[in-house]
């Protein structure tokens, strides 16, 4: 991965959702008042959504540049389209 943010960034906020996902299971297991659960699953979502944000940013403006340079035109269009309708899930 080679991309301006540093791993540790991205690895230290996948930590963060890991542990919100296990205070998720505890709602659920203490049955938690339903709108507080999806409040925090909506928090989730926003937050991986965030980490791929980072990684399409940088996929972009570094491998599909690569790409593009090297005169693999077709590989560069192809993954656009593939990580711009896997964000459109």
Do not use: F, W
Request: glycine share 6%; proline share 2%; aromatic share 2%.
């Amino acid at each position: 991965m080679n991309h301006p943010q540093p791993k540790s960034k991205l690895i230290r906020r996948l930590k963060i959702i890991e542990g919100q996902v296990r205070g998720l299971q505890d709602m659920i297991e203490k049955d938690t008042y339903c709108i507080d659960v999806i409040t925090q699953t909506s928090a989730v979502k926003q937050a991986l959504s965030g980490i791929e944000d980072v990684l399409m940013e940088n996929h972009l403006g570094t491998c599909v540049v690569h790409q593009i340079q090297k005169g693999k035109e077709r590989t560069a269009i192809d993954e656009i389209l593939k990580v711009y309708n896997l964000k459109r899930k």
